[in-house]
């Protein structure tokens, strides 16, 4: 059974840094592209980041409202995804989740909060 678990989150200030992490079971975690979304208060869930499987080089992608700030990763010997956050701003302020696209089936974690505020 596939598990993601996700952890990290947190109240920071405008400006500041966090990193969250994705433990990830019951798949060939490195197989597979892994990705970060976000809700915010209000609104619909959006892509945050994607990186490919070890096939595909572990290629990255990001959404634009992130670019340059947010930096997704993973480390396939731990099975986990990272996702490190600089130079936050109150508008990254959401529930951050971990996403296993395997097929058909799609994998979630329960999420973790970010509240980014002075």
């Known amino acids: 059974q596939v598990h993601l678990v996700e952890s990290g989150g947190d109240l920071v200030q405008p400006g500041g840094s966090l990193r969250l992490s994705c433990a990830v079971s019951?798949?060939?975690?490195?197989?597979?592209?892994m990705g970060w979304y976000r809700r915010a208060p209000g609104k619909q869930r959006e892509l945050v980041a994607t990186?490919?499987?070890?096939?595909?080089?572990?290629?990255?992608n990001y959404a634009d409202a992130v670019k340059g700030r947010f930096t997704i990763s993973r480390d396939n010997a731990k099975n986990t995804m990272y996702l490190q956050m600089n130079s936050v701003k109150p508008e990254d302020t959401a529930v951050y989740y971990c996403?296993?696209?395997?097929?058909?089936?799609?994998?979630w974690g329960q999420g973790t909060q970010v509240t980014v505020s002075s």
């Open positions: 996403h296993a696209p395997l097929g058909i089936s799609n994998f």
């Open positions: 019951g798949m060939p975690f490195k197989l597979y592209t």
């Open positions: 990186i490919a499987s070890v096939l595909r080089s572990g290629t990255t």
